[in-house]
């Protein structure tokens, strides 16, 4: 299993980011994904879910804000985030739970400032 999550960046209070997470070595479509966030001294937190048939669930801090979406035939799990706010400044990780096992993909950095 291979996760490699890109797309983020120093943004201004108010603007948008769209992260990508390229997923390999095993069979993506039948999987639910997710992104995670932690921010410094802080625990890592569930943002958001996608099952293989697309079906979605946020967590409230980013309900409304942001989109998780997915592309089986790339291999593909995109997190766009509106709206940003300070709060929302975390390295953000793409997700894989299979078998008992998570799977993590070497995050991204998301800074917005105030």
């Known amino acids: 299993v291979q996760l490699q999550a890109s797309g983020g960046g120093l943004v201004q209070a108010g603007g948008s980011l769209r992260l990508s997470c390229e997923a390999s070595?095993?069979?993506?479509?039948?999987?639910?994904m997710h992104w995670y966030r932690q921010a410094p001294g802080k625990q890592r937190e569930l943002v958001a879910t996608i099952t293989g048939a697309g079906n979605t669930n946020y967590a409230g801090f980013v309900k409304d804000r942001f989109t998780i979406s997915r592309d089986n035939a790339k291999g593909g799990l995109y997190l766009q985030m509106n709206r940003l706010k300070p709060e929302d400044t975390a390295v953000y990780y793409c997700?894989?739970?299979?078998?008992?096992?998570?799977?993590w993909g070497k995050g991204t950095q998301v800074t917005v400032s105030s």
């Open positions: 997700n894989l739970l299979r078998s008992g096992k998570n799977y």
């Open positions: 070595g095993f069979a993506f479509s039948f999987y639910s």
